[in-house]
């Protein structure tokens, strides 16, 4: 694609860039900042405990948290060693593929969850809810799954067998 084939963008979509790409690389340092402040803990380990702690079942699969996070298995795998190491998470053997194993909170997990989930509710409300009128709740609601949906990643379509 030569630069004369380029979409360039106009000043107000070069505006509204430049403020996605700032939230972009601020929220998510001042949401580590309150969570290891606050309960010395990163988001990461907060999204895993509150994906186990959300869940009907004891335990689920990694792969399965992996997919609720949309998060590649490898990075999973690494954190899953580190909270288990820290007494956060268990391991048990999968009662259906012996090969795997599931995970679920331990009591020392559930104690963290639920002492860190209101400050974090907390900043999320302050800095993201708070902050907008009930209309600009509904754009981000309409506006949001539209950009996850162009930039995640799709499944290669397959091609027929002859």
Wanted: charged share 25%; hydrophobic share 40%; with cysteine.
């Amino acid at each position: 694609m030569g630069s004369e084939d380029t979409r360039w963008l106009n000043e107000r979509e070069q505006n509204l860039w430049q403020i996605i790409r700032e939230f972009i690389w601020q929220f998510p340092s001042a949401m580590d900042r309150q969570l290891s402040q606050d309960s010395a803990m990163q988001s990461g380990e907060y999204s895993v405990l509150a994906v186990l702690s959300e869940s009907k079942e004891t335990s689920l699969r990694p792969a399965e948290v992996a997919n609720e996070l949309r998060w590649d298995r490898s990075r999973l795998s690494h954190l899953l060693r580190r909270m288990e190491a820290k007494g956060l998470i268990t391991r048990c053997s999968d009662t259906l593929d012996r090969r795997g194993h599931q995970i679920g909170l331990s009591e020392q997990g559930w104690q963290a969850i639920r002492e860190a989930a209101p400050l974090h509710v907390q900043f999320v409300r302050e800095s993201l809810f708070d902050s907008l009128t009930p209309a600009e709740h509904a754009a981000l609601e309409t506006a949001l799954p539209k950009i996850l949906a162009a930039i995640t990643p799709r499944e290669p379509e397959s091609v027929p067998a002859d």
